[in-house]
């Protein structure tokens, strides 16, 4: 049953901020950086699981990743250099090279 709410909200939320976007895509834009996948994954984790302890982990790995990914939106910002699609497929190329960094780091961190 959770998984069902879970993704009916986030379907909801994704749905609405795409239809807000055309007419108010700072506003879209706001509500897409909301951590709100985070605040629901949280809560269902733990009621699923009861692991104070993994809830915690994965709370740090998100506040660690959080930065990393903002990799996805440095070729936005060279929008004379390229095109939508080839800055969405240069973010998307960057976030491997992202997530072995998240690696590294939440291994050093222990």
């Known amino acids: 049953m959770l998984i069902v709410l879970n993704t009916l ?3 909801l939320i994704i749905g609405v901020a795409a239809w807000i976007s055309r007419r108010y895509p700072v ?3 706001f509500l897409i950086a909301l951590p709100l996948a985070t605040m629901l994954v949280l809560p269902l984790s733990y009621l699923q699981h009861r692991d104070p302890a ?3 982990q994965m709370a740090r790995s998100i506040l660690v990743a959080l930065p990393i990914t ?3 939106f440095i070729p936005f910002l060279m929008r004379d250099r390229f095109s939508f699609w080839g800055a969405y497929a240069m973010g998307c190329a960057l976030l491997p090279l992202g997530y072995f ?3 590294a780091i939440m291994r050093g961190l222990g």
């Open 54 to 56: 993994s809830v915690f």
């Open 27 to 29: 506003n879209a834009g």
């Open 70 to 72: 903002l990799l996805f």
């Open 101 to 103: 960094v998240h690696r």
């Open 9 to 11: 909200v986030s379907a």
